[in-house]
Nanobody
Framework: QVQLVESGGGLVQPGGSLRLACAAS????????MGWYRQAPGKQRELVAT???????NYADSVKGRFTISRDNAKNTVYLQMNRLKPEDTAVYYC??????????????WGQGTQVTVSS
């Protein structure tokens, strides 16, 4: 069994910064891509950023130049540094990981989500 636990969400003023973290634990042989998605009220879940095991990154156009995704493979942890936050960044942020367990099939895992609210 694989668990993803997010941390770092909260309330921040427009223009401020937050750093999210997501740690994967449990039955893990290797982790391929990791990423962050978000879902605002009344909207579909959307991709924010992804990062491969080799460090290649991909960002949604709406966050390019403001958000930075990174990972620590030794700690099975992915981070999202969010700068110059805007009210439209308000959403529940979910961590995602493509995991190969040692004894079962490769699968897609999700965290429970962490709320980010950008408001004055």
């Amino acid at each position: 069994q694989v668990q993803l636990v997010e941390s770092g969400g909260g309330l921040v003023q427009p223009g401020g910064s937050l750093r999210l973290a997501c740690a994967a634990s449990g039955s893990i042989f290797s982790i391929y891509a990791m990423g962050w998605y978000r879902q605002a009220p009344g909207k579909q879940r959307e991709l924010v950023a992804t990062i491969t095991s080799g460090g290649s990154t991909n960002y949604a156009d709406s966050v390019k130049g403001r958000f930075t995704i990174s990972r620590d493979n030794a700690k099975n942890t992915v981070y999202l540094q969010m700068n110059r936050l805007k009210p439209e960044d308000t959403a529940v942020y979910y961590c995602n990981a493509d995991v190969q367990p040692p004894m079962t099939a490769r699968g897609d895992y999700w965290g429970q989500g962490t709320q980010v609210t950008v408001s004055s």
